[in-house]
Every structure is written in structure tokens, then in C-alpha cells.
């Protein structure tokens, strides 16, 4: 990446008068050229830039280089799951007849479309050893969301509504677990965590009752750790009449390894921009599906896609469904207005494609890379729970304190020698939390690199610890004042 | 060789020697063994190459057709120049997470900085975050913003000419919030402003939710709704899609205070409906109550103009379940193809692509009505580029016309009735296309 900050913005290369593109013209037979009745619009010109097509595109590939993604180098944000975006997969939507299809289209013109939607949703289930997946919610936040949906329409319909009103969460989950659990509309009770990181069964038993939904885990959790009381834990939620959600954030461990529907989930999500290689664009589009298990399928969410019994496929909506269809279904709703994110599906498909039965060795590679990382680093970082830990690690920062070198420092000193940092501060269960997620698609000579980064860094904090506290140092930007940002907001570029 | 797995077998040797473990297996010596996965693994096929994957996709391809589109609601067929893809390919771009470390992801930030100020330029307001999923949830979130920052109130009145699947989503979302959704009846494809005011006045109402052009393409006069509506102390809620304020009124020009949609419209490919890109904009007295990512700008300890994602407090992963929202993505990649897409048209090239679009429809609408199978269905309401036909002939339905249409390659629209058609045209429909579809009618 480049070592100058590009920091033109768009705007700043307007003139009047210049455009970057430029339209068929329609001579209209019977009508006039189209006039908006005054009423109607708007009264002044927006302000978008004006620039000749050469000029954005250089400003944008500028602007490019100063960016950090998979494909500029080793990307260890724990809990995120950076692997290699195949190019297959980026090939395959653009190919024709796939991405050019209105979500209106009858089903009879988009076959196609349909066997991608129905085929993923199918691997999806063998991989998950769930009954049935809806592609539709579209990222892993709003695919708990919808999970948590279909456990508040299986409770009502046995008239449990209104006394599960509880979901218990453990204190180490993702902030999106209680975040979406509250937008559903469910308390949130927290159960606490054991040192070793995974969760006190006893404090959870004693927060079950008549009045719990479910209770979401993440397995392995986000310290990296297998829950092995899951079966126990299974139990004890079942009894109660509650049901158990599988939080996918951290299936990339267990390719290959075990299915969340086999071990006494009934709920879960998929990140497909995680463990199913789909790019994570800077933050979106993902997706989120939501996956149940037998006896549940009839709660997920509208619009689905259907085989009729003469193979063809069908979108299943509100203003299409049969009567029998009417009765037998009883959908949480509807969270997306068409069938989710498609092209985001055909990517995940094209990779369990590529990966065929190969996929059943991710799992056991991430968590071969991640302990490589840990028993590489251990003696110079605290490791405040001991290995083997899955397919990532939680650091407490460096082992010797006495520098005061925190975890800020080591992750801004990382992108100075050509890494994105961990994830930090996250978990809370640590004051320097320090998480690392190397991904199956990473060699023995990035990890190699990687930690000798990080052992030089302990290094520089036992002999330079005030260089290392002022670093990034060669990075295009340095210590943005984020206080400024937040005190006096400005973000848009007519308030600047 | 797996191509995405680089270890060879002297790699995983050597690895789990440091690991001190003799097998990969070893590992796992936590997970129970009953619940490992069987003997024979997961019921896959063998790895196809990639030439094997490449075929199975263009197979698929052809199992699909590709029409000259005329359907709309709530997609739209726009045309997207080249430089937007050859811009969003950029793996720099794509491969990039959340903008966490401003340090090495000046690009994302650059452009999600950028795409907030076209969108509050768009929708006159004066802040948009980094965007929604998409449209739909664009406004149930704005729904959730309203009812949050009016503290008590509860009820939300929703105009019945919103789009079926977003009224639909609202009332999940309203579900787990305890929000009374009410929908407001229409009149002639319009939201009927009497039966509002009625509702308005019966109190405790939150946000009132309109949409124009709404679902039957119709553009709704909201003169007088703005006041009205905080004269009852609830906060005006817009629902547009973004493409069309290049020349209609926008939401700050009728005085909403939170403005929502779908983006799609900006050029984005259809792709069967997803990715779309939902965008949320409101006034700044409201800022702190949105959802999402917002980035804003700031300076370095060398006095650069930098961005930096802001606002963090309101968030799930600081406030968890005090948060405004769950909501953790934002979607990066599209908003980058919106703010390329606006940056190539300008004011002026999106004014075009509206107005040719416009002609375009009216053209077809005057000749598909001229032979006397079709009218207009909400007569005397005025209309940008999509508009619901009524058919008059009565042995005719529409999906006769659709089938008709398909034949000749075209999409002639979306049924919404057993004598409905919702037809709409983009500027990628040519005259050819017109008059295929006309023939096509005639031809019945």
C-alpha cells in the first residue's frame, strides 16, 4: 500500500460543466419530452461533483492505495475471519445470465437464480446439521436477529409469548449478541464466563426458568476456546422449554470438525463473508442466513424458494401462497424485501464448490495456524488461557508490564512493518485484549513473518518503549484526533 | 493441492511440532468425542476445478433469461457505466474489513465520507450515516430511531402506499419493540390525508412513515404534511428511492426530519434483488440517535484532513444492549459504487436519467392505453417512470401480457393484481424494446 495519504476528495475536483458519462437519447413517439409539474421538484440542483470520467477514476485508484484488504497482505483480526477471497467467485457473478435478473422476474425465467438459492441453502444444512436455511437475512447481525425472531414465533405459537421474555447471553459474546437480542425485544441476562474462558454452567442453570427464550452462544467462543459442556448446557436449556442459538461467527473452526445442529442447537447463523470466503467489502454487503433445525422450518421468514413436486423452483410469498401453504406456515415475518443478498450466495456457493470435501480440512488448518501463532508468541505475550485454543487467540497484552506498552501500541506498530492489527480491546474479559485469527488460507511463511513482527515488537518495548508508544510511524496517516471528531462532528463534506 | 490451502505435508509436520500436539486431530482433544463429525464427513462432492465451477455457473446462466426490463418496484433496472465496476473490483477495496485501524484504511473511509455528503445533499439533510442493508430496513430502522427519540410515544402511523415488503418488514421489526403500527388508508393511490389527520389527532404518535414515488409509482403531495405532523409533536418520516432526487423534492425540502430508502437505484447491478444498499439521512438534532457507521472528518499529528469512523458511543459493540440499533455491517462496497456511479453522472447526468426514463415510460403508458386494453388505473395522479395499468378488456389478465412480453425478451412488469400491472422503464430501454412490448399488447 502506499506510504502518501491521497486526501483529495471528490468534490474539491468539480468545475461546472463537467460529466463523466453521458446517456442514450429517447425520442419519445406519441408523448412530449417528460416535464415534472413544478410541485414536484426539487428546487435546487444537488450537489454532487462534476468531473470527466478520467479524473474519478484516477481519484478513486488513488484513493485505493491508501487502503489495507486480504489482498495487500496477512489480516489477523480475530473473530473476523479474513481469509483469501477467491477470484472465481467474483468471476462467477459477472458471468452471463447470472447478476442481470430482476428480483420481480416470474419464476419460470430465473431457474437459475433459484438452484443457487436452493443449492447453498441445502450445503448450508449438511454443513450446519440443521433441516433448513433462509439465504435472506444479510449480514451476521441481522442473521441473530432473525434467529431470535424465529425463537419468539415458536414460543408464541405455543403460548409462551409473553412469559419467555429472557434471553441469557455470556459476558464474552460480540456486542451484536444483547444488541439484537434487546431490537427483538428480549431482556438480556448476562451469565458469567470461568477463567478458563468458557462458561460458568452452574451461574447459567441458576438464570434458567419458565421464563427464558434461549440462550446465544458462540462456539468456539470468542477466546478461541471449545464450550465442552455444550451437550450439558444443551440439556439444562432444552429442559426448560428454551431453545439454544448458535451464534456462526466462529464456524470456520469447526469445518470438518462438528456441526452446531449436532450438538443441541436449534437455532444458528452463517457468516457467509466469514467462513465462506464471500469479501467483506469494507464492511458490507455479507449475509446472514438463519438455519433450524426440524420441526422449526415453518417459522422462517417470507419470501422462500420452493421445489414443486415437478422439480421446478418457486418463490413462496405472501400474495403466492396456497391456502395449504397459509396453514401449514407460520413465518416470523419478513426481514428483507426480496431474497437477500444473491450475489453474495453465489460467491459462498462457487467456494464450497472449489472446496468440495477439501472443506473438511479448513477447521482443523485455522486452528493448526492459530496454535502455531500461540506457541510462537506465549513467552514474550500473557496468555491468560492456556492452549490448545481453536481457530484464534486471546493475547492480555505483552507479558512484561513494566514498559507500559499496551496492546494500542503493538497493533499500530504492526501496520507500520505491513500487518493489519488483531482485533483489540475485545473481549472485555481482559484490560489488553489482544485477538488473533490467522485463517486456514495463510503459509507457515506469512506466520513466520507475522511473529517475528510481533517478537520484534516486545523486543522494541523492553528497549525503546517511547518510540514504540508514539507508533504508527510510517503509516500514509498518524494518530487521527478521533476526540475532535467526536466533539465537533463533521460528516458531510458541506460542513467541513 | 487444495489452490486456498497452502500447507504441504512437511508444512504441517514442522507446525505441529512447535504445537507440541502429533496431530492435526490432537487439536480437538477438547470437543467431545460424540460430537465430532462422523467418519465420512459432510455428504460433499470432490473439489471441481475451477474451469469445472466456471461451467457449472455459465449452465446456470442459461437457465435464466435476460429481458429488456420493465419492472420496477422497488429494483431498478439503471444502467451502470463501466468505470464503477472497473473502480469496485479493486481488491483493496473489496478484500478491506470495517475501517477499524483509520491508519491503513484512509480509502474506505475517504469514500463512505464522501457517499454520506451526496446523500444528504440528495435528500437535504444535513447527515447520513454509512449506510443500511437495504431499503426496507433502511426504514425500519428509521421507524426505531423516530419511536427512541420521542421517548414514550408508541404509535407509528404507516401511509398504506408504502411498498408491500417494507410495510411488511416495519411490522417485524415493530414486533420486538412494542410499537402500534397503524396504516393509513389511501385514496386513489395516494395517502389519504383526511384519514391522517384523523390518526394524527388521537395523539401519542411517534412518526408518521410516507413513501414517494410510493408503490404504485404515484408522487405524492406532502404540502403541509411536515407541519401538520410536529404540530403533533411526531417526527416526518420520507421513504424515497434514492435515484429519483435528482429532480424530485426531496425529503428536507418537505420538511421531513428523517429521510430513507433504497439506494439500488444508483446504478447497482439487480442481481435478483441483493446487494441493494438502504440509506438512512436525517437533520443533526437527531444525529446522535442513528444507527450505524458514520464516519467523519478530523485531522493527524501532522495536521492532515484524515476520516475516522465517529460517533462510536451509540453502538452494540460499546453499548451493547443499550445500543441504537444491532446493526454492526454497513454496506461498504455498495456505497463505494453509489458514490463512484454520482461522481460520473453529476447533478446534471442524473437529472437525464431521470427524465429520459420518465419519457420513456409515459411514451410506452400513452401507446399501451391507446388501444383501449389498458388505462391508467389511478387516473389524474402524476407519475415519474412507473405507473399501474388497469386492464379493461376482460378476457385479457396480466399474465397473458407477461407471457406475451417473455417471448419477444421482455419483462413487461410486476402483477399486483388479477387486473394489475405495475409497469415502469430506465433509460436502458430502447425504442426497439417499446415497441416490441406495444406489438406485443396489440398482438392480444
Redo the contacts between chains.
Keep these: 500500500m502506499n506510504q502518501k495519504l491521497y486526501s483529495k476528495l471528490i468534490f474539491e475536483l468539480s468545475r461546472p460543466g463537467r460529466r463523466g458519462h453521458t446517456l442514450p437519447q429517447y425520442k419519445a413517439e406519441t408523448t412530449s419530452p417528460f416535464v415534472l409539474p413544478a410541485k414536484y421538484a426539487r428546487s435546487s440542483r444537488p450537489a454532487l461533483p462534476e468531473v470527466d470520467e478520467p479524473s474519478v477514476v484516477r481519484h478513486y485508484t488513488n484513493s485505493s492505495t491508501n487502503n489495507f484488504g486480504v489482498d495487500t497482505g496477512f489480516y489477523p483480526l480475530g473473530s473476523c475471519t479474513m481469509k483469501y477471497n477467491p477470484k472465481i467467485n467474483e468471476a462467477a457473478v459477472a458471468l452471463s445470465g447470472i447478476g442481470s435478473l430482476h428480483p420481480a422476474a416470474p419464476a419460470s425465467t430465473v431457474q437459475g437464480a433459484l438452484e443457487i438459492y436452493s443449492r447453498l441453502q441445502s450445503l448450508l444444512s449438511e454443513i450446519g446439521g440443521m433441516a433448513e436455511f433462509s439465504l435472506n437475512p444479510f449480514a451476521g447481525a441481522h442473521g441473530e436477529l432473525t434467529g431470535l425472531m424465529v425463537v419468539r414465533t415458536y414460543h408464541a405459537s405455543r403460548g409462551e409469548g409473553e412469559i419467555r421474555r429472557k434471553v441469557l447471553v455470556p459476558d464474552s459474546a460480540h456486542g451484536t449478541n444483547p444488541a439484537s437480542a434487546a431490537i427483538a425485544g428480549y431482556n438480556v441476562v448476562e451469565c458469567r464466563s470461568l477463567p478458563d474462558g468458557t462458561v460458568n454452567v452452574d451461574d447459567l442453570r441458576s438464570k434458567l426458568g419458565p421464563d427464558v427464550a434461549a440462550v446465544m452462544m458462540t462456539n468456539p467462543n470468542t477466546v478461541g476456546m471449545f464450550e465442552k459442556n455444550i451437550p450439558e448446557i444443551a440439556e439444562a436449556v432444552h429442559a426448560c422449554g428454551a431453545l439454544m442459538y448458535y451464534d456462526g461467527a466462529n464456524l470456520n473452526a469447526l469445518l470438518g470438525v462438528a456441526r452446531p445442529g449436532d450438538m443441541g442447537f436449534d437455532v444458528m447463523h452463517i457468516n457467509l463473508h466469514k467462513t465462506f470466503s464471500t469479501p467483506h467489502g469494507g464492511g458490507g454487503p455479507g449475509a446472514g442466513p438463519v438455519g433450524v433445525r426440524a420441526g422449526l422450518e415453518k417459522f422462517l421468514p417470507m419470501p422462500r424458494v420452493v421445489r414443486d413436486s415437478d422439480g421446478s423452483l418457486r418463490v413462496l410469498d405472501d400474495d403466492t401462497m396456497s391456502p395449504a401453504e397459509r396453514t401449514e406456515l407460520d413465518p416470523l415475518g419478513r426481514v428483507s424485501a426480496w431474497l437477500g443478498n444473491y450475489a453474495v450466495f453465489v460467491k459462498a456457493l462457487a467456494y464450497i464448490l472449489t472446496m468440495g470435501k477439501d472443506i473438511e480440512q479448513v477447521g482443523p488448518l485455522a486452528c493448526l495456524n492459530a496454535n502455531y501463532v500461540l506457541h510462537s508468541l506465549s513467552d514474550l505475550y500473557e496468555l491468560p488461557i492456556p492452549g490448545p485454543c481453536k481457530h484464534e487467540m486471546v493475547f492480555d497484552g505483552l507479558r512484561d508490564k513494566s514498559t507500559e506498552c499496551t496492546t494500542m501500541n503493538v497493533a499500530k506498530r504492526l501496520l507500520d512493518m505491513g500487518f493489519h492489527a488483531p482485533t483489540i480491546y475485545f473481549p472485555l474479559l481482559f484490560h489488553e485484549s489482544l485477538m488473533i485469527e490467522p485463517t486456514e488460507t495463510e503459509s507457515i511463511e506469512t506466520l513466520d513473518a507475522f511473529i517475528k513482527a510481533m517478537r520484534d515488537i516486545a523486543r522494541e518495548a523492553a528497549e525503546e518503549p517511547d518510540l514504540l508508544k508514539t507508533a504508527p510511524l510510517a503509516t500514509p496517516v498518524r494518530h487521527p484526533d478521533e476526540n475532535e471528531a467526536a466533539l465537533h462532528p463533521k460528516v458531510t463534506y458541506q460542513s467541513l | 493441492m487444495?489452490?486456498?490451502?497452502?500447507?504441504t505435508p512437511e508444512?504441517?509436520a514442522?507446525?505441529?511440532g512447535?504445537?507440541?500436539?502429533a496431530s492435526?486431530?490432537?487439536?480437538?482433544?477438547?470437543?467431545?468425542a460424540?460430537?465430532?463429525?462422523g467418519k465420512g464427513?459432510?455428504?460433499?462432492?470432490?473439489?471441481?476445478a475451477?474451469a469445472?465451477?466456471?461451467r457449472?455457473?455459465?449452465?446456470?446462466?442459461?437457465?435464466?433469461?435476460?429481458?429488456a426490463?420493465f419492472?420496477g418496484?422497488?429494483?431498478y433496472?439503471h444502467?451502470c457505466?463501466a468505470?464503477v465496476e472497473?473502480?469496485t473490483?479493486?481488491?483493496?477495496?473489496?478484500?478491506?474489513?470495517?475501517?477499524?485501524?483509520?491508519?491503513?484504511?484512509?480509502?474506505?473511509l475517504?469514500?463512505?465520507?464522501?457517499y454520506?455528503?451526496?446523500i444528504?445533499?440528495?435528500t437535504?439533510m444535513?447527515?447520513?450515516n454509512?449506510?443500511m442493508?437495504?431499503?426496507?430496513?433502511a426504514t425500519a430502522e428509521a421507524m426505531?430511531m423516530a419511536v427512541a427519540a420521542s421517548k414514550k410515544r408508541r404509535r407509528v402511523l404507516v401511509s398504506a402506499t408504502l411498498?408491500?415488503?417494507?410495510s411488511?418488514?416495519l411490522?417485524?421489526?415493530a414486533?420486538?419493540?412494542?410499537i402500534i403500527l397503524e396504516t393509513v388508508s389511501d385514496h386513489n393511490g395516494a395517502t389519504d390525508r383526511k384519514a391522517l389527520s384523523e390518526q394524527l389527532g388521537a395523539g401519542d404518535v411517534a412518526a408518521v412513515i410516507v413513501a414517494t414515488p410510493n408503490r404504485f409509482g404515484i408522487?405524492e403531495?406532502f404540502?403541509g404534511l411536515a407541519e401538520e405532523v410536529h404540530a403533533a409533536k411526531a417526527l416526518l418520516i420520507i421513504n424515497t428511492h434514492a435515484s429519483t432526487?435528482?429532480?424530485?423534492?426531496?425529503q428536507g425540502?418537505w420538511g421531513a426530519d428523517i429521510a430513507c430508502g433504497?439506494a439500488q437505484s444508483l446504478g447497482i447491478?439487480?442481481?435478483?434483488?441483493?446487494?441493494?444498499l438502504g440509506y438512512l439521512a436525517c437533520r443533526q438534532s437527531l444525529?446522535r440517535k442513528m444507527p450505524g457507521?458514520?464516519?467523519?472528518?478530523?485531522?493527524?499529528?501532522?495536521g492532515?484532513?484524515?476520516?475516522?469512523l465517529?460517533?462510536?458511543?451509540r453502538?452494540?459493540?460499546?453499548?451493547?444492549?443499550?445500543?441504537t440499533?444491532?446493526?454492526?455491517?454497513?454496506?461498504?462496497?455498495?456505497t463505494?459504487h453509489a458514490?463512484?456511479y454520482?461522481?460520473?453522472?453529476?447533478?446534471?447526468?442524473?437529472?437525464?436519467?431521470n427524465?429520459?426514463s420518465?419519457?420513456?415510460?409515459?411514451?410506452l403508458v400513452?401507446?399501451l392505453t391507446?388501444g383501449g386494453k389498458l388505462r391508467e388505473k389511478f387516473a389524474g395522479r402524476?407519475w415519474?417512470n412507473e405507473c399501474v395499468l388497469e386492464i379493461v378488456d376482460e378476457g385479457l389478465t396480466p399474465r397473458r401480457i407477461?407471457d406475451a412480453c417473455?417471448e419477444r425478451g421482455i419483462?413487461a412488469g410486476?402483477i399486483i393484481g388479477e387486473k394489475e400491472i405495475m409497469v415502469c422503464a430506465t433509460?436502458t430501454c430502447?425504442?426497439e424494446d417499446?415497441k416490441q412490448y406495444v406489438e406485443a399488447v396489440e398482438a392480444l
Design positions: 487444495n489452490p486456498y490451502l497452502p500447507h508444512d504441517i514442522s507446525m505441529l512447535r504445537c507440541g500436539a492435526l486431530d490432537e487439536l480437538f482433544s477438547d470437543v467431545p460424540q460430537l465430532r463429525l464427513g459432510y455428504a460433499l462432492g470432490a473439489p471441481m475451477e469445472e465451477v466456471n457449472y455457473f455459465r449452465s446456470l446462466g442459461k437457465k435464466n433469461l435476460e429481458t426490463c419492472a418496484a422497488g429494483f433496472s444502467y457505466p468505470a472497473a473502480i473490483s479493486r481488491s483493496e477495496f473489496y478484500t478491506a474489513y470495517t475501517p477499524y485501524q483509520p491508519e491503513i484504511s484512509q480509502g474506505t475517504q469514500y463512505i465520507f464522501e454520506q455528503s451526496m444528504a445533499s440528495l437535504g444535513d447527515v447520513a454509512a449506510s442493508y437495504d431499503g426496507a430496513t426505531m411498498l408491500p415488503a417494507v411488511q418488514v411490522a417485524t421489526y414486533e420486538g419493540q412494542d408522487l403531495d404540502e432526487l435528482g429532480v424530485l423534492r426531496s425540502e433504497e447491478p439487480l442481481n435478483y434483488g441483493g446487494p441493494g444525529m457507521r458514520i464516519v467523519g472528518a478530523t485531522t493527524d499529528d501532522d492532515q484532513r484524515v476520516f475516522v465517529t460517533l462510536q458511543a453502538e452494540q459493540h460499546i453499548r451493547r444492549h443499550k445500543a440499533s444491532n446493526i454492526c455491517s454497513n454496506q461498504g462496497l455498495m463505494l458514490a463512484v454520482l461522481s460520473l453522472l453529476g447533478p446534471e447526468g442524473l437529472r437525464e436519467v427524465e429520459t420518465a419519457s420513456i415510460a409515459h411514451d400513452a401507446r391507446a402524476e415519474l407477461l417473455l419483462l410486476k433509460e430502447t425504442p417499446v
